[in-house]
């Protein structure tokens, strides 16, 4: 059974400072994994999409790292915002040509002033 | 631009009424059309999936059911509603074979 796991649930750091969220997958065979960010009562918005054979990607503050090898992926958040605050969506596709999406349940960002 | 709408943004109804939730679609001709799910502590659950007018895949067996009766409207509806139907719905859009899923702004749905 495709199941996509984040960590931590929930995370709350100071404002200013850095943070890293995790992405464990068992999505077969991969598309391309995304991050989404969703902020309360409203819909996901994209951050970072990657291909089997992409590494790392920018989004602003927000990079992205994929290990296809390890089936793992990491969102680091730089210099972090009060408006970071939201849940933090990873995202697998497993099938390129329907969109059938693995969703894992989300972290929980709270950035305190 | 390309742009979702869904309506409306909230809703309570009681158990056993029925359910019309649309979606619209603006900017783009010939999309695949998504309903998700997302309940609380949950991950979103994808309900049904078009790729045309009046193609409609269910994903999930449930009360629920969509259709699509113009390129660029999507509708989940039920006949009578659950109390394990609350929940947030997400209507989503892709071009074929894009690879990237836009989401719309939501439905807040309650039973009592």
């Known amino acids: 059974k495709n199941q996509v796991e984040q960590s931590p649930q929930s995370l709350i750091i100071l404002e200013g400072k850095n943070c890293t969220l995790q992405?464990?997958?068992?999505?077969?065979?991969?598309?391309?994994l995304r991050w989404y960010k969703q902020d309360t009562g409203r819909g996901p918005v994209s951050l970072t999409i990657m291909t089997f054979s992409e590494n790392t990607k920018s989004n602003g503050r927000y990079t992205a790292t994929l290990d296809a090898d390890t089936k793992q992926s990491s969102l680091h958040i730089t210099a972090s915002q009060l408006s970071d605050s939201a849940s933090y969506i990873c995202v697998v596709s497993d099938d390129f040509g329907n969109e059938k999406l693995t969703f894992g349940t989300g972290t929980r960002l709270t950035i305190i002033p | 631009s390309q742009t979702i709408h869904q309506w409306p943004a909230t809703l309570v109804q009681p158990v056993g009424s029925p359910l019309s939730l649309e979606c619209t679609v603006e900017g783009t001709s010939n999309p695949n059309l998504y309903w998700y799910r997302q309940a609380a502590g949950r991950g979103l659950q994808l309900l049904f999936y078009s790729v045309g007018i009046g193609q409609i895949s269910s994903e999930v067996p449930q009360n629920l059911s969509a259709s699509r009766p113009q390129d660029r409207q999507f509708i989940l509806s039920s006949k009578k509603l659950l109390l394990s139907d609350s929940g947030f719905y997400l209507c989503?859009?892709?071009?074929?074979?894009?690879?990237?899923?836009?989401f719309g702004p939501g439905t807040r749905l309650t039973v009592l």
């Open positions: 989503a859009r892709s071009l074929s074979g894009s690879g990237e899923q836009f």
């Open positions: 992405c464990n997958y068992t999505v077969s065979p991969f598309s391309n």
